[in-house]
């Protein structure tokens, strides 16, 4: 387990924007891997975006391409969640993963640290 602490959520209109950060520690493996998901009200989980070692390879939800952009500061250890053009559909809670060997899509089943969560809502 790693210890994740997310923040930089809150409330927009539609079309604006937020950066999401994730303070984390990670794991070492050849292709461990940070994630965000997100989980709306009276919904399952779903996820978001991830990136992959060793190159840092990003994989994203159709619903997010071209909106939402994930990046790693590695010096830092900072996962962040650049979020675009947002939209009332993007309200939910968002959680930050990590995993230790991660698979080339955004799957839930490979990550084993998981954040408290930085709640976003979009008004329309």
């Known amino acids: 387990q790693v210890q994740l602490v997310e923040s930089g959520g809150g409330s927009v209109e539609a079309g604006g924007s937020l950066k999401l950060s994730c303070a984390a520690a990670?794991?070492?493996?050849?292709?461990?891997?940070m994630g965000w998901f997100r989980q709306a009200p009276g919904k399952e989980r779903e996820g978001v975006a991830s990136?992959?070692?060793?190159?840092?390879?990003?994989y994203y939800a159709d619903s997010v391409k071209g909106r939402f952009t994930i990046s790693q500061d590695t010096a830092k250890n900072v996962l962040y969640l650049q979020m675009n053009n947002l939209k009332p559909e993007d309200t939910a809670m968002y959680y930050c993963a990590a995993g230790p060997s991660c698979r080339p899509v955004v799957f839930e089943g490979d990550f084993r640290s998981w954040g408290q969560g930085t709640q976003v809502a979009v008004s329309s």
């Open positions: 990136i992959v070692a060793p190159y840092g390879t990003t």
């Open positions: 990670t794991y070492t493996g050849s292709r461990a891997c």
